[in-house]
């Protein structure tokens, strides 16, 4: 078991959930995110006050998944967010101690595995 | 001779309509999502100083100089002559008139924007509102109000169903249709990201509008007063029918269904405010909420994205009371004519008419001047641009910045050389 943590752009997020979907990949948390992976500078201004938007809005997909889900849903991280601009993220792979499905006790494999796969 | 009451309610009336350009603003940026706030906001504003300036250089002259059938003179352009004496048949200094009418240009201009918001650029936006607010509302003010052949031949037009409604309505989905969808129109589900400021744009338009219809009159006399309690009447027959029509449909009263209610009940009552007794009034309220009501159910299943409902709301709604005057004016309480329920067959044939011009050349107008906009430049913005939102891309400026992690600027050069922790990005 890994957890499968993908940093994406947030107006990818639409594509990235239609991807993972695709690879059947069901189990999903995202969270609204800030960041900054060395794109470029975004200079915004505000009554004259001008600043560099250093921490760029991003979203984070947590995908907790079996081993033979790893690559797919890798790929679909990859194929949904995107573009060729610096700036469309990171996936980082942990490996899994222990999961535990709350509403039954079900454990690890049994515990990733979506209701009804 | 220039009246102390007229003048001092006209004055009032002229600042209440300008409400109404940013409370259509903030109506409008609630509907879109998070990341056009901003720019969807601006385009109403924007109209403020494009339209005020055409209004003021030319289309005030189009609209109201002489009685040319189909556009006024240019005597009036520049605003010459137009000055601190009364207007000819008028008890209110001519520049006040002029004032009025400016700010019946600008929101209507600003309500266009409501079918191209989230994908058009903001240049050849601010390009097409100057030319709209002269080759499109001036004429058809022209037309409705100022002497040409709509008003001339008998047309009923107390506040604008002519120009504002139906001019911005038609135009608007002449203007969907040639800047064309949002790129995920039809296969995202593209929400409306803040239902309270829907909710106060809504509130504060009506509140504008008992200056749009009440001014309407030019006096304190009786058309005006008629016309500020019908806008109190029908706009709130619209909303409880609609609220019941949501009921039925889906069992829930919405509230954006509510807002858009008092738009459109707002809307209706514009063109026979001034005409049809307060009864008829609340009918009409009821009357006006079906077509619109059934065009906003409709409209997601075509691929025209004509994305803040303009049509629906004005266009339709402005139809609606427009031929609605032709049935139910009535002589004892306007003191200019009946409907055909008192007899007038010929009102609603003068009524009728006004109903097909006024979409046709707002729709063909609109649809040339884009094509032609839009051979000059881009209208729309970038798949890239569009995804990334239109505040960032054309303001440099986000509705809700978090403000973490961004860094001051320093505007003298050499702090950013002596403290290389101020130069270095994060």
Known sequence: MKLVIGIVRPERVNDVLRALYKAEVRG???????????????????????????????????????????????????EGGRTGEVGDGKIFVVPLERVVRIRTGEEDNAAV???GA | MINAGDTAWMLAATALVLLMTPALGLFYAGLVREKNTLNTFMMSIAALAVATVTW????????????????????????????LEPRANSTIPHILFFAF?????????????????????????????ALWSVLVYAVLAHWAFGGGWLISGGTLDFAGGVPVEMGSGFSALAAAIVVGGR????????????????????????????????????SVGAPGVLAFTNTLLTPACTLGVWMILDIIRGRQATAIGAATA?????????????????????????????????????????RIDETLDVLAAHGVAGFTGILFIGFFAQKGWNGVSDGLVY????????????????????FGMTFALLKIIGAVTPLRSTTHQEAIGMDETFHGEEAYPSGEGA??????????QDDPRVATPV
């Open chain 2, 407 to 416: 860094v001051l600027v320093m505007t003298e050069p050499r702090a950013k």
């Open chain 1, 28 to 78: 999903i948390t995202l969270t609204r995110v800030q960041g900054h992976g060395g794109e470029l500078e975004r200079v915004e201004t505000y009554r004259g006050m001008t600043v560099q938007v250093g921490m760029e809005d991003k979203a984070r997909f947590e995908i907790a998944v079996s081993d033979e889900f790893v690559d797919p849903a890798i790929e679909a991280l990859c």
């Open chain 2, 343 to 362: 007899g007038n067959f010929d009102q609603l044939v003068d009524q009728v008419l006004a109903a097909l011009a006024a979409p046709a050349y707002a």
């Open chain 2, 101 to 129: 009418q400016a700010t019946f240009c600008i929101v209507t201009t600003a309500l266009v924007s409501g079918a191209v918001v989230e994908r058009m650029r903001f240049g050849p936006f601010l390009v097409f509102a």
């Open chain 2, 183 to 218: 790129k995920d129109y039809g296969r995202q589900a593209l929400l409306p990201h803040n239902t309270v400021y829907v909710l106060l744009g809504a509130g504060l338009l009506w509140f504008g509008w008992f200056g749009f219809n009440g001014g309407s009159g030019f």
């Open chain 2, 262 to 302: 008092i738009i459109v009940g707002c809307v209706g009552i514009t063109p026979a405010a001034g005409f049809i007794s307060p009864m008829w009034a609340m009918v009409l309220g009821v009357v006006a909420a079906l077509p619109s009501y059934a065009v906003i159910i409709l409209r997601p299943r075509f």
């Open chain 1, 113 to 115: 595995t979506p209701v």
């Open chain 2, 56 to 83: 003021a250089l030319i289309g005030y002259s189009i609209a109201f100089d002489g009685d040319g059938s189909i556009l006024g003179g240019l005597h009036n352009a520049f605003l010459h002559d137009v000055g």
